[in-house]
């Protein structure tokens, strides 16, 4: 019974998050007169791959998903996993032997344009893709510029206001470390504690001279225009609060605006208050899922278990 490990890309965009949403008991009574109809599953993230993986395996597996990204989030590096049964004699389920690379084509024939499984891996029986992920890394992207973005237009936050991304990256090093971010996170987050480690947080600026920009870079390419700019928020952890990542982006982005002194970060962590974060929640299409880092006894590093698709 081989578990596999998939990491997936997708664009959030058309997706109402990553957790699949289950259509209503169909076992239960019909609803009386005047009541609201049964609601229809939401299109999810999970909800096409489960059905994708299903189809190319050929048997009932549930696929569980790293981190529960919202509507309009996207991903490059999402990690799920599933347990798979086979039974050669019936002709469902996937033997290791019969292949990843084979597998990742299979699944990727099944599934729509805006999601992609890029790699597959076999890993122990005991992988967790939640409980096992040691680091995770998120990104946040903003246009800044009088000219609105077209072409990347579901993948940027755009903002008319200058950014100062010195500043920014000042007020980002304030952040590193374990905090309790209580401040930067939304107030009904439901969660026991809201002290989290942040190993990295970083501000690039992607503007040709800038600090983070590349030569080979996207913003060398005809489809932007010249008159931009693209500043990104970069920051990795061993876990987030519900929608702390939008609130950090829009704390830097009114710093970067010259609205929150950088030097003021540790008087707001040490409020533990989000009424004393003037910084807002940024919209989901700037964020990004980077990647999932999991221990080295958790992932078996052999490379027989390991397809050959990160070409993708």
């Not at 347990?83 to 002709?91: E, I, V, W």
């Amino acid at each position: 019974m081989p578990r596999y490990k998939l990491t997936i890309a997708y664009d959030g965009t058309d997706f109402c998050g990553w957790q699949k949403q289950l259509p209503p008991d169909e076992t239960a009574p019909p609803p009386l007169p005047g009541a609201d109809r049964a609601r229809t599953e939401l299109r999810t993230v999970q909800g096409v791959l489960e059905k994708a993986v299903r189809e190319a395996v050929r048997e009932p597996v549930t696929v569980t998903g790293a981190s529960r990204t919202d509507s309009g989030v996207h991903a490059w590096g999402q990690c799920a996993s599933f347990l798979s049964n086979p039974d050669t004699d019936k002709g469902v389920g996937w033997p290791a032997e019969r292949g990843l690379d084979t597998l990742v084509r299979a699944v990727n024939g099944k599934l729509p344009r805006d999601v992609l499984v890029r790699d597959a891996q076999v890993v122990p029986d005991d992988f967790d893709p939640i409980s096992g992920a040691i680091e995770k890394e998120y990104t946040y992207t903003f246009a800044v510029g009088h000219d609105r973005p077209l072409w990347d237009r579901r993948f940027v936050f755009h903002t008319w206001h200058e950014l100062d991304a010195p500043r920014m990256a000042a007020a980002a090093a304030h952040l590193v470390g374990e905090h309790d971010f209580a401040s930067f996170a939304q107030i009904n987050h439901g969660r026991r504690t809201t002290v989290r480690r942040i190993f990295n947080c970083t501000v690039e600026d992607l503007t040709p001279g800038g600090a983070g920009f590349q030569p080979a870079s996207p913003a060398a390419n005809p489809l932007f225009p010249g008159d931009f700019r693209r500043i990104r928020v970069r920051v990795s952890g061993s876990g987030f609060l519900y929608n702390m990542v939008r609130i950090l982006a829009g704390t830097l982005m009114e710093v970067g605006r010259g609205k929150i002194d950088p030097n003021h970060i540790p008087a707001i962590l040490e409020s533990k208050d989000r009424r004393a974060n003037h910084g807002p929640t940024l919209p989901p299409q700037g964020l990004r899922l980077e990647w999932v880092r999991y221990g080295k006894s958790k992932v078996k590093p052999d490379s027989d278990h390991r397809s050959t698709s990160e070409r993708f």
